[in-house]
């Protein structure tokens, strides 16, 4: 695709990839090829319509990624953090040294990947930017309350605050 003069009207862009919903893998590489040859240029030697044409493309793109991510993430939902986590690091090849490197002592990834430590609130944020996912996608699910202890509670809260 490089040595193609990329299009400068909304119109001959649209011609080249209908800004459309991203249905698939196939889709998305056109898409990010795509991003890639607009994110080269120069933001000041690009139309209005090249903006605004790759705002609109990326905003599809992240829709995409947002639902491919969100299933992934359900399916590993009922998994507990530490085994999301080491996923992550074998998508990633990385290992337990590689953790602690990551997270500023060798020694803790280790720890962290035998069960023998916690990760900190600071190891979760680290992580989750380093892994691209929502820090809770490492914490522990809440537990649901009984119901009983609920209308307890809330009845509690509306004595309380009169509602």
């Not at 992550?88 to 035998?114: F, K, P, W, Y």
Request: charged fraction near 25%; proline fraction near 6%; charge should be positive.
């Amino acid at each position: 695709m490089s040595g193609i003069a990329m299009p400068k009207t909304w119109a001959a862009l649209t011609r080249l990839r209908p800004l459309r919903p991203i249905h698939d893998e196939t889709d998305y590489a056109k898409a990010m090829d795509l991003v890639g040859r607009l994110m080269g240029w120069d933001e000041k030697t690009m139309t209005r319509d090249q903006s605004d044409y790759l705002d609109s493309l990326v905003s599809l793109i992240e829709t995409y990624e947002a639902r491919v991510l969100s299933a992934h993430n359900e399916l590993l939902r009922p998994f507990p953090p530490l085994e999301r986590l080491k996923f992550l690091m074998e998508q990633h090849g990385m290992n337990a040294s590689d953790l602690g490197r990551l997270l500023g002592c060798r020694t803790h990834g280790a720890a962290i990947v035998r069960g023998d430590r916690q990760l900190s609130k600071a190891n979760i944020l680290r992580l989750a930017e380093h892994f691209g996912v929502n820090p809770g996608f490492l914490l522990e699910a809440p537990k649901a309350r009984p119901r009983a202890r609920r209308k307890a509670g809330a009845a509690s809260l509306s004595a309380v605050t009169g509602k």
